[in-house]
C-alpha cells in the first residue's frame, strides 16, 4: 500500500468508500501501487493496468487497455467516443462493487496478461482522423505551419483535430485554429 494512496483517499470528498473497495480489490490481485496524474494506480511489471477514477455522477475502474479484454459481462464501458484504448467499469454504490467483485478481479487478471503478452491496443493512423476544412486550408496556406503540424506526435496533431472538429461553426473553428497556431509553429501539444 501506498501512503500517498492512502492520503489521496484521506482526502476524497466523494466516493471514499468505494474508491477503497476497487483500492483492495487491486491491490488483492497482486499490482503495484502508486499514485500518477493525482490518481491511484496500479501497474504490473512496470505497466499501467488500472486507474481508480471519482467522477461527479459516479466513480469507475479505468482498464488502462481495456479495449483488448473480452468483456464477457458487458460491463465496460469506452469513456469518450474518441478513446481508443482505455475502457471503464463504472459505479455508483459500494454494493455493485461487492456484487461484481469476481467480475472484476478476472478483468484485472486478464488486464495482467494482456501485459504479460506484451499487446498494444491498435490505433487509428492520424491520417484516419478528419482535418476540417478550415484547418486544412490553413495548412495549404502555410508551409512553415504544414510543417511544425507533421513534425508533432501523432497524439498531439490528434488533440488538435479533435479541438478543432468538434466545433460546431466555422468561425468558431476558424477562432480556435487561430489560438492554437503559435502553439503549433513552437512544436507544443494543446495542452502543453
Known amino acids: 500500500m501506498n501512503p500517498k494512496v492512502d492520503d489521496f483517499l484521506s482526502r476524497a470528498k466523494k466516493w471514499q468508500d468505494e474508491l477503497t473497495k476497487l483500492r483492495a480489490l487491486a491491490l ?5 501501487e502508486e499514485l500518477k496524474w493525482g490518481k491511484p ?3 504490473f511489471e512496470g505497466s499501467n493496468v488500472v486507474i481508480l477514477l471519482g467522477f461527479k455522477e459516479y466513480c469507475a475502474v479505468l482498464f488502462c487497455k481495456g479495449a483488448l479484454l473480452q468483456d464477457a459481462k458487458e460491463i ?19 454494493t455493485d462493487i461487492v456484487n461484481n467483485q469476481t467480475i472484476l478481479k478476472t478483468y484485472i487478471r486478464e488486464a495482467m496478461e494482456v501485459e504479460k503478452a506484451g499487446l498494444e491496443v491498435p490505433y487509428k493512423d492520424i491520417s484516419e482522423h478528419k482535418v476540417p476544412e ?19 506526435t501523432p497524439g498531439r496533431q490528434r488533440a488538435y483535430l479533435l479541438h478543432f472538429s468538434s466545433a460546431k461553426q466555422s468561425k468558431t473553428r476558424e477562432s480556435r485554429i487561430e489560438k492554437c497556431e503559435p502553439q503549433i509553429l513552437a512544436g507544443k501539444g494543446l495542452d502543453d
Not at 478550415?134 to 508533432?152: M, S, V, Y
Open 41 to 43: 494506480c496500479y501497474t
Open 76 to 94: 465496460l464501458v469506452r469513456p469518450t467516443e474518441n478513446t481508443q484504448a482505455a475502457r471503464q467499469a463504472r459505479f455508483t454504490k459500494s
Open 134 to 152: 478550415e484547418f486544412q486550408h490553413k495548412l495549404d496556406k502555410n508551409p512553415k505551419l504544414k510543417a511544425a503540424f507533421k513534425a508533432l
Open 28 to 32: 488483492s490481485c497482486g499490482l503495484t
